[in-house]
């Protein structure tokens, strides 16, 4: 079965950083694209990030461009989102999810909480 | 604001169908492939409609998609309390270079 299991969330003053990681497991990773999705909490989805299956190609949100940098380790099945200058604004539960969208984001995590928070 | 369109709410009796509608531009539905979450509160979004109107294996087909220009509809038949939800849109835009999402339909069974 596919799985994609996040960790690294936690409580961080504004300015700060945090790394995010995605294990993933149940299917060939370095086949796939990638994701990272966010959800603020009682607000809808943004998406945040992708990363092709080889991770020459990226893109980023506005809203994180210049601070969030995505990244994988095909060896090690693992998805990552380095996240500096933390805000409020970040605040949200972060998802990995599987896909493209022609594909669909067709796997999703169970989602890891940042919060940013003096 | 969100890049595409949604209505805040729906609703419809249980054995009803209903639809959700979801509006963009030219540079996302218009010219790119539209696919539907549906997101029971608390647990993570989950993949309904891919390519437009593709249901990946799992889904009823109570669930379609469809997409006519700029906009893009969800469709449900046979109204079941089970598929109260959230349910968002999403395409890539190409003018942002970026992935987008709707803001978000709540769907209640009356």
């Known amino acids: 079965d596919v799985q994609l299991v996040e960790s690294g969330g936690g409580l961080v003053q504004p300015g700060g950083s945090l790394r995010l990681s995605c294990a993933a497991s149940g299917f060939t990773f370095s086949h796939e694209t990638m994701n990272w999705v966010r959800q603020a909490p009682g607000r809808g989805l943004e998406w945040v990030s992708y990363?092709?299956?080889?991770?020459?190609?990226?893109y980023y949100a506005d809203s994180v461009k210049g601070r969030f940098t995505i990244s994988r380790d095909n060896a090690k099945n693992s998805l990552f989102l380095q996240m500096s200058n933390l805000r409020a604004g970040d605040t949200a539960i972060y998802y990995c999810a599987r896909g493209s969208w022609k594909s669909g984001l067709d796997y999703w995590g169970q989602g890891t909480l940042v919060t940013v928070s003096s | 604001q969100s890049v595409l369109t949604q209505p805040p709410s729906v609703s419809a009796a249980p054995g009803q169908k209903v639809t959700i509608s979801c509006s963009g531009s030219s540079s996302n539905i218009g010219n790119n492939y539209v696919s539907w979450y549906q997101q029971v509160p608390g647990t993570a979004p989950k993949l309904l409609i891919y390519d437009n109107n593709k249901r990946p294996s799992g889904i009823p087909d109570r669930f379609s998609g469809s997409k006519s220009g700029t906009s893009a509809t969800l469709g449900i038949t046979g109204l079941q309390t089970g598929d109260e939800a959230d349910y968002y849109c999403?395409?890539?835009?190409?003018?942002?270079?970026?992935?987008?999402f709707g803001g978000g339909t709540k769907l209640t069974v009356l």
């Open positions: 990363i092709s299956n080889s991770g020459n190609s990226i």
């Open positions: 999403g395409a890539w835009d190409t003018s942002l270079s970026g992935g987008v």
